[in-house]
């Protein structure tokens, strides 16, 4: 039962989302234009990791699609909620946490296309990592983007006005972009900022999917990195099908 | 054996400035293939008490069973025996007619073949064929009350709760769904427990009237006995009724204030 009304709600979202093709090729444009503007920038500067400074700034990039990407997909619950949509599906006896699963993976979904279409144009401009680490950063990417998705999700039926969500969601995305290292890596900064940087989960990904790019897939960031990424998704997807059964309190 | 019945249905709202008693206790029933309208001012509770009976929203006092299941035990039951229309309707209005159908019938379990056929079934009977391919945004008012029904129609529902259907409404377009309301509790036996501000509609299509303010039940009974009950007489408009019953009418021209 779960699968099929999973299938059956991601199926509708994805339809959504093929008919908005322009807003899917948009939300690719800001990665781009730091991968444009900012990563030739870095190309020469010593970053201190291993390889060359695009399979740096690459992850970092993708993850940064996923951060903001994820965490505004609330926003159309609220536009939902406003329609009825949300009350009307939760009438019927479709499962709880397929209305958040089925929705969370078309996001999923959407980011990993984009992602690709990143990668590809980062091809272009210089980056050369391996084929396994590419895909091991999708698989990073989708993780956080559920996790991301579930929690704005969340947010979103409680607040229920955009005017409340987007500054909370604002003052969520900057620090977390900022103190999790994914422009240039925090092991350049100051001591206490590395230290401060280490209670922002994103850390631990951008950290393993960093190692994906020049293929260490053994390392303790490795390890760090993908429990970090399954207990935060685990957890996020918790509270957001909880918010999903009891909405409206 | 009432196809509803709720013994002091309540619901209490925690917000910052204390908490709100949205419905302090609804004491009602009502029987299989009755038309009930549920009636009361403003901020009375009704919306609150139809969203507890259709499991949106857990009551945080009482008990009510709907079409035979317990609805703090057996949710799903009650999800499978009701269907409900809000205020606001339900549909995407960028997605077409015939995909929010099928989809509906899908969330109900329906095969895909079962579902298709279920929504041609009931754009027949609820004349949307024509309109199967349009957006649902492109829809009328009244064409849209007509889809936002026939969804909450999918699966044959024994009891059917309307919030406010008609407001919004053209004349012809209320009438058209007032011979719809009746078509389908005479044809399916059908229980409709629907909310409205309109006296008129209340009074032409409801069997039986109950009547909440601040959250618990104030009247009850067929609209002519509670306008000999409280209106004075059975040609007492249902206005005046209303008024007497809720307490809020406008003041008597010789009532002399209590202090100055």
Known sequence: MLLHDTAIIYGRYLRQSLRSRFALLFGVLMPLLYLVFFGPLLTGLPLGGRGSSWQVLVPGLLLQLGLFGALFAGFMIILENGQGVVERMRVTPVSRLALLLGRVLREATVFVLQAVLLVLAALAMGLRAPLIGIVIGFAFVALLTVSLASLSYALAMKVRTPQEFGPLVNAVSMPSMLLSGLMLPMTLGPRWLDVLSHFMPFRYLVDAMRDAYVGAYTTDHMLYGVLVAVGFAVLAVTVGTRVFRTAGA | ?260
């Open chain 2, 1 to 260: 054996m009432p196809i509803i019945s709720t013994a002091s249905l309540a619901r209490t709202f925690q917000t910052r400035r204390g908490p709100v008693e949205a419905v302090r206790g609804i004491d009602l029933t009502v029987r299989e293939g009755e038309i009930l309208g549920f009636l009361g001012p403003n901020g009375a509770g009704k919306t609150t008490t139809l969203r507890m009976l259709t499991t949106l929203l857990e009551p945080t006092g009482g008990a009510a069973t709907v079409a035979g299941h317990d609805l703090a035990t057996d949710a799903a039951g009650v999800r499978r025996a009701c269907g409900y229309v809000a205020q606001s309707g339900g549909v995407d209005p960028q997605i077409s007619v015939r995909e929010e159908l099928v989809t509906q019938g899908r969330l109900y379990r329906l095969s895909k073949t079962q579902a298709a056929a279920r929504a041609a079934e009931l754009a027949r009977d609820l004349d949307l064929t024509d309109l199967l391919d349009r957006r649902c945004g492109t829809l009328s008012g009244g064409q849209r009350r007509r889809l936002d029904i026939a969804m909450a129609l999918t699966h044959r529902p024994k009891v059917l709760f309307l919030d406010e259907p008609t407001t919004g409404l053209d004349p012809a377009s209320r009438a058209d769904l007032w011979d719809l309301v009746r078509r389908l509790r005479d044809a399916h036996g059908t229980t409709v427990f629907l909310t409205t501000h309109y006296l008129d509609e209340a009074d032409a299509l409801a069997d039986r009237l109950v009547i909440v303010d601040r959250g618990v039940v104030v009247a009850e009974g067929t609209p002519s006995a509670l306008k000999l009950e409280y209106g004075g007489s059975i040609g007492a408009s249902l206005q005046d009724t209303f008024l007497a019953i809720t307490g809020r009418g406008p003041v008597p021209a010789d009532a002399a204030p209590v202090a100055v």
